[in-house]
């Protein structure tokens, strides 16, 4: 009974051991803040040369609060600095397109979706892509990368 005993201890020591040491881990790398507000621009993004759909840049203003994220507004621009607004993807007023449109929208809708999924979550790599608006959140999280490197204590 004694060698069971023993064989036991050291399962439970072991057991133990990885569960501090997990724990430990855990905290590892985890990311301080400045409280204050911090602006960042993604780069400029073509994704189709030869039209300027879906061409542009996005901009963050992320709001740190007792070292979390409590707002987040995102905004993206066409290349030639024009928001990107609920006129974007029509021709001189009108929808010229109506797949373009209703694409062009729902990468418009996605500004939101990422920025309430940031403040929510509390963490970038938490923020889950939305198909169909994969260029707003590349320069999403690009820009929210850039933000956070400015908060870092």
Do not use: P, W
């Amino acid at each position: 009974m004694t060698g069971r005993c023993s064989i036991m201890y050291k399962k439970a020591f072991m057991l133990f051991s990885a569960a501090v040491f997990a724990a430990a881990a855990s905290g590892c790398g985890a990311k301080s803040y400045k409280d204050g507000t911090y602006h960042a621009r993604s780069a400029e993004y073509v994704d189709n040369e030869a039209d300027e759909a879906g061409n542009g840049y996005g901009e963050v203003d992320i709001t740190i609060s007792g070292g979390k994220i409590t707002a987040c507004e995102f905004k993206t621009y066409e290349l030639d600095g024009t928001f990107k607004d609920d006129e974007y993807g029509k021709e001189n007023g009108e929808v010229m397109n109506k797949d373009f449109y209703n694409k062009a929208q729902k990468a418009n809708a996605a500004r939101d979706n990422y920025s309430q999924q940031l403040v929510a979550k509390g963490d970038i790599d938490e923020v889950d892509a939305i198909s169909g608006a994969t260029l707003n959140y590349n320069e999403f999280t690009e820009a929210v990368r850039d933000a956070l490197r400015q908060a870092e204590e």
